[in-house]
């Protein structure tokens, strides 16, 4: 049996607080999912090495793990190898422990990239630096850049029959432009390699530029159904 995700993701705005985030983390590989900062998804393990992986977190005390995507969600054993080296470090916010698998909430909490391989088996534990933003330029300009990127992101929900409701207020009270850019790209169609690469933009400006092509490109395919 693969590993999960359990109904749809959803994503907020992350209050900015200080969080003390280990430097060595235990690696779980996400099938199908780029998670972003501030999402928030609901997940399964049934693999008998990420059973074991949550299991250790929990008696060990530590929520923190390292969430990053596979490079080919085909794969049905991953290993280290088979996982993007820029992830997120995620937060076990719950877990239920059924007989056949385990249930859990996971957060992104901060970008983060694997530097060390400290373990393979039975499952990966690694050693991660911690990616910050980048923040360039006139912040008048970043900000007008923000403000278009939801109003296109607006126009694209208002296209889109499936577009799950209140997400365009939602995303209009979110203020910080990494958060806009994060936000948006966890909840739009775009692949998993796309997203990755976004994950991997530091450049909050490059970012939402990426972004809004995409969703320029988007809202003119909607237009013409």
Same mark, same amino acid.
């Given at each position: 049996?693969?590993?999960?995700?359990?109904?749809?993701?959803?994503?907020?705005?992350?209050?900015?607080?200080?969080?003390?985030?280990?430097e060595v983390l235990s690696v779980l590989p996400m099938r199908g999912v780029v998670v972003f900062p501030g999402m928030i998804i609901p997940w399964q393990v049934q693999r008998e090495s990420t059973v074991k992986l949550i299991d250790d977190a929990a008696a060990k005390g530590n929520r923190?793990?390292?969430?990053?995507?596979?490079?080919?969600?085909?794969?049905?054993?991953?290993?280290?190898d088979d996982v993007y080296k820029v992830g997120v470090a995620g937060y076990i916010r719950m877990m239920l422990k059924l007989p056949d698998r385990i249930q859990l909430m996971l957060q992104g909490v901060q970008r983060v990239e694997i530097t060390e391989v400290l373990e393979r088996e039975p499952y990966a534990v690694v050693r991660v630096r911690r990616l910050q933003d980048v923040k360039t330029g006139d912040p008048t300009?970043? /900000?007008?850049?923000?403000?278009?990127?939801?109003?296109?992101? $607006?126009?694209? =929900?208002?296209?889109?029959p499936q577009a799950?409701?209140?997400?365009?207020?939602?995303v209009a009270n979110i203020q910080d432009p990494s958060d806009v850019a994060d936000f948006i790209?966890?909840?739009?169609?775009?692949?998993?390699? /796309?997203?990755?690469?976004?994950?991997?933009t530091l450049d909050v $400006?490059?970012? =939402?530029?990426?972004?809004?092509?995409?969703?320029?490109r988007e809202v003119q395919m909607l237009e013409l159904q």
């Open positions: 049996m693969s590993d999960q995700a359990v109904g749809s993701e959803r994503s907020g705005n992350l209050e900015h607080q200080p969080v003390e985030i280990p923190f793990i390292c969430l990053a995507a596979m490079r080919d969600p085909e794969i049905p054993e991953p290993g280290i300009e970043l /900000d007008a850049l923000r403000r278009t990127v939801i109003q296109t992101f $607006r126009r694209m =929900l208002e296209l889109s799950p409701e209140g997400m365009a207020d939602t790209a966890a909840n739009s169609p775009l692949s998993t390699a /796309d997203k990755q690469d976004l994950l991997e $400006r490059e970012r =939402l530029t990426k972004l809004l092509k995409f969703l320029t």
